[in-house]
């Protein structure tokens, strides 16, 4: 794990805390349930358009259309 993802584990417990402690656990729900479908969203497509990119690339090389 790197330093990046460390520091935000730590932001998003931090922030988790304080919004269980002052508004509820309703609110972290009514945040983190947006947040994490459109992260799932972004996800997807971007790895349906990696997929799509490595198609388009693996087609023009002639010497790799027996391996399909």
């Given amino acids: 794990m790197g330093v990046v993802e460390l520091r935000w584990l730590c932001v998003g417990v931090v922030i988790g805390g304080l919004l269980t402690k002052g508004a509820g656990w309703r609110w ?33 090389y002639p010497a790799r259309w027996h391996l399909r």
């Fill in 28 to 60: 972290v729900m009514f945040v983190n349930v947006p947040v994490g479908a459109l992260l799932m969203v972004g996800i997807a497509s971007s790895l349906l358009a990696l997929a799509a990119r490595a198609d388009a690339r693996s087609s023009m």
